[in-house]
């Protein structure tokens, strides 16, 4: 059966928003059909999510797993962003997904803390203690000492995002601008819709490679469920030339 979209809003295209996110919908069109490939990752990405969280029905790290639906979130935001074509914004949402498997990593091994973070806006005092206790910094050195290689592996795109998109720094401006030389001045243009194939496919792995990265992070909580789910296999077949 043959499915057809609804019909936009009256007045949808009349504005330069709505316009843009036309402009972005076709992108995201034009990347599912061209980047077979890198569609069928995320794909798997997605269905590993999905059948984890699933699984998670009376684990008695049943607050771990709000985090692991949190990164799902993210990671299908960044989905959006990327195969539109926003890259640094892709990035941005890319350090959230991180983070949120990081936090649910803490949680895991740290039940302790998760009523001190649920009571972050209790007093000034609180908020000081959790602005201290979780840091990126001893988050990702927590990572490292239960997984150097996964610990490593999440440090590496994390940067990877703060250079990118994460932060207005220079990389992520200044690979938006492209300059047009005029005969008595220069022109600048903010680019919002990449369509640099090579720069799409680039975001693409990136993404991809933080979808497996938080999804092993989560995977050395819930090991004997991912194994019985199939999500540990298809995790190992994803990593795979990445």
Same mark, same amino acid.
């Given at each position: 059966?043959?499915?057809?979209?609804?019909?936009?809003?009256?007045? $949808?295209?009349?504005?330069?928003?709505?316009?843009?996110?036309?402009? &972005?919908?076709?992108?995201?069109? &034009? /990347? +599912?059909?061209?980047?077979?490939?890198?569609?069928?990752?995320?794909?798997?990405?997605? $269905?590993?999510?999905?059948? @984890?969280?699933?699984?998670?029905?009376?684990? *008695?790290? $049943?607050? /771990?797993?709000? +985090? #692991?639906?949190?990164?799902?979130?993210?990671?299908?935001?960044?989905?959006?962003?990327? $195969?539109?074509?926003?890259?640094?914004?892709?990035? &941005?949402?890319?350090?959230?997904?991180? =983070?949120?498997?990081?936090?649910?990593?803490?949680?895991?091994?740290?039940?302790?803390?998760?009523?001190?973070?649920?009571?972050?806006?209790?007093? @000034?005092?609180?908020?000081?203690?959790?602005?201290?206790?979780?840091?990126?910094?001893?988050?990702?050195?927590?990572?490292?000492?239960?997984?150097?290689? =996964?610990?490593?592996?999440?440090?590496?795109?994390?940067?990877?995002?703060?250079?990118?998109?994460?932060?207005? *720094?220079?990389? @992520?401006?200044?690979?938006?601008?492209?300059?047009? =030389?005029?005969? *008595?001045?220069?022109?600048?243009?903010?680019?919002?819709? !990449?369509?640099? #194939?090579?720069?799409?496919?680039?975001?693409?792995?990136?993404?991809?490679?933080?979808? !497996?990265?938080?999804?092993?992070?989560?995977?050395?909580?819930?090991?004997?469920?991912?194994?019985?789910?199939? !999500? /540990?296999?298809?995790?190992?077949?994803?990593?795979?030339?990445?």
């Amino acid at each position: 059966m043959k499915m057809t979209l609804p019909a936009p809003p009256p007045k $949808w295209g009349q504005d330069e928003i709505s316009k843009f996110l036309d402009d &972005a919908r076709g992108n995201e069109y &034009a /990347t +599912f059909a061209n980047l077979t490939g890198e569609i069928d990752r995320f794909i798997d990405i997605d $269905w590993s999510y999905r059948k @984890a969280i699933e699984g998670l029905n009376h684990s *008695n790290k $049943w607050f /771990t797993g709000f +985090f #692991v639906a949190r990164a799902h979130s993210n990671f299908l935001a960044a989905c959006r962003m990327g $195969w539109s074509g926003q890259i640094p914004e892709c990035h &941005a949402i890319l350090r959230s997904c991180l =983070e949120n498997a990081l936090y649910g990593l803490y949680f895991a091994h740290n039940p302790d803390s998760q009523e001190s973070w649920l009571r972050r806006h209790d007093s @000034a005092e609180s908020k000081k203690r959790i602005r201290n206790e979780f840091t990126i910094g001893k988050m990702l050195t927590f990572a490292k000492s239960l997984s150097k290689e =996964e610990g490593e592996k999440a440090e590496k795109l994390y940067e990877n995002a703060i250079d990118h998109g994460a932060h207005p *720094n220079e990389r @992520a401006v200044m690979q938006m601008i492209q300059t047009i =030389e005029k005969p *008595n001045h220069d022109e600048f243009k903010l680019i919002y819709l !990449v369509d640099d #194939v090579e720069h799409l496919k680039s975001t693409m792995k990136t993404t991809a490679q933080t979808g !497996v990265c938080t999804l092993s992070l989560f995977r050395s909580i819930y090991k004997e469920r991912f194994d019985i789910l199939g !999500v /540990t296999a298809t995790i190992d077949h994803i990593k795979k030339g990445l």
